[in-house]
């Protein structure tokens, strides 16, 4: 299990040895790609829009899985291509961005497999504006790769994802959803897609993408750690 000092000496800070130990044998190298117990971030890339935004999210989120948790995590993001075959080698998925969401059929069966298998999806509207150009593609792709009546559906404010870890009465607010632009909405709501009673597709127009999206060193200066949601992510994806 990776420690919260050794998880912040591989995102940033530097271990400067002393001479005594410079002379010593070095420890083994860490493993140049995760392990299999590990928790690894992954982000998915599609070809169609910015998939690569709020890109400080990853060692936010890890960081906080760090602090409150045991599970052990891979310290690096991860990119995968939509069409990737080694999608389901991951068990989570981050996606987001604000432009046109469009998947090939060879990717949208690629997805599919991923959520059967049990991974999960989780798909952030960093317009959070429920008419805007993510939000209606992303909902029209999953609606052709999960069709059905209850496709997106809105989860109860009772799901397992609100009570995983930490206790929530529903989606957390973030402070994006009323910053002026967007469908300046409170969304009280996420939405998803199950597959045998467990959840394959996370959905929210609620920017939690902005609103995780600063450098991890500074979450001391918080007067609530606003990643604790993301904590519940993980431990659901993992047990």
Same mark, same amino acid.
């Given at each position: 299990?990776?420690?919260?000092?050794?998880?912040?000496?591989?995102?940033?800070?530097?271990?400067?040895?002393?001479? %005594?130990?410079? &002379?010593?044998?070095?420890? $083994? +190298?860490?493993?140049?790609?995760?392990?299999? @117990?590990? =928790?690894? !971030?992954?982000?998915?890339?599609?070809?169609?829009?910015?998939?690569?935004?709020?890109?400080?999210?990853?060692?936010?989120?890890?960081?906080?899985?760090?602090?409150?948790?045991?599970?052990? %995590?891979?310290? &690096?993001?991860?990119?995968? $291509? +939509?069409?990737?075959?080694?999608?389901?080698? @991951?068990? =989570?998925? !981050?996606?987001?961005?604000?432009?046109?969401?469009?998947?090939?059929?060879?990717?949208?069966?690629?997805?599919?497999?991923?959520?059967?298998?049990?991974?999960?999806?989780?798909?952030?509207?960093?317009?959070?504006?429920?008419?805007?150009?993510? +939000?209606?593609?992303?909902?029209?792709?999953?609606?052709?790769?999960?069709?059905?009546?209850?496709?997106?559906?809105?989860?109860?404010?009772?799901?397992?994802?609100?009570?995983?870890?930490?206790?929530?009465?529903?989606?957390?607010?973030?402070?994006?959803?009323?910053?002026?632009?967007?469908?300046?909405?409170?969304?009280?709501?996420?939405?998803?897609?199950?597959?045998?009673?467990?959840?394959?597709?996370?959905?929210?127009?609620?920017?939690?993408?902005?609103?995780?999206?600063?450098?991890?060193?500074?979450?001391?200066?918080?007067?609530?750690?606003?990643?604790?949601?993301?904590?519940?992510?993980?431990?659901?994806?993992?047990?």
């Amino acid at each position: 299990m990776i420690t919260r000092r050794a998880f912040l000496g591989a995102i940033g800070a530097a271990a400067v040895g002393s001479r %005594v130990a410079a &002379q010593q044998a070095k420890p $083994p +190298a860490r493993p140049a790609g995760p392990r299999g @117990f590990e =928790f690894v !971030f992954a982000r998915l890339r599609y070809d169609s829009g910015d998939w690569d935004y709020n890109p400080k999210v990853a060692a936010n989120v890890l960081d906080a899985v760090v602090q409150y948790t045991d599970i052990p %995590v891979y310290p &690096q993001e991860i990119v995968t $291509p +939509a069409g990737s075959t080694e999608l389901a080698a @991951f068990p =989570f998925l !981050f996606m987001t961005g604000h432009k046109l969401v469009r998947f090939s059929d060879a990717e949208r069966q690629n997805l599919a497999r991923f959520v059967e298998s049990g991974g999960l999806l989780f798909s952030d509207d960093c317009n959070h504006d429920v008419n805007g150009l993510y +939000a209606k593609s992303f909902e029209d792709e999953m609606r052709r790769v999960f069709p059905g009546p209850d496709t997106l559906a809105k989860l109860p404010s009772s799901h397992a994802i609100y009570r995983s870890f930490f206790k929530f009465d529903g989606p957390p607010q973030t402070g994006h959803e009323l910053n002026g632009w967007g469908d300046e909405m409170v969304h009280d709501y996420l939405r998803g897609v199950e597959r045998r009673g467990r959840l394959g597709v996370l959905y929210s127009n609620k920017d939690y993408g902005c609103e995780w999206d600063y450098d991890w060193r500074n979450k001391r200066f918080r007067a609530e750690d606003n990643t604790r949601f993301a904590v519940n992510l993980v431990v659901y994806t993992m047990t």
